[in-house]
């Protein structure tokens, strides 16, 4: 039996609150134009640091944020308004198993 070795290299960016990226990083990490990211602004789904300081800037933990959004969209064909509101179900879906898991673990469910 022949095996094979194959290596394999990941390389990345760690993105959390620290992190700050511009609206020209978000297109470009998201692959999408600025229209698409000022939709998703006008609508409260990500919001800059500061509205008044140009240029934009984001936290590192907007970037998944706008990355899922833009693929609710996508793939749902939801428009901005649907896409704010898919993402409010999908945090509190998110929250209550969290709470599940701690109740489970602690009153040993």
Not at 1 to 6: L, Q, S
Request: glycine share 6%; aromatic share 4%; hydrophobic share 45%.
């Amino acid at each position: 039996m022949n095996t094979k070795r194959v290596s394999v290299s990941v390389t990345g960016v760690i993105l959390d609150e620290y992190v700050e990226v511009t609206l020209t990083e978000m297109c470009h990490a998201c692959k999408v134009e600025e229209t698409a990211i000022l939709a998703l602004v006008d609508e409260g789904i990500v919001e800059p640091m500061a509205r008044d300081v140009l240029p934009w800037r984001f936290s590192g933990t907007a970037v998944p944020r706008v990355a899922r959004a833009l693929r609710l969209q996508r793939d749902l064909e939801l428009n901005p308004a649907g896409v704010a509101f898919a993402l409010d179900l999908l945090n509190e879906i998110e929250e209550l198993r969290g709470r599940l898991k701690i109740m489970s673990q602690t009153e040993g469910f």
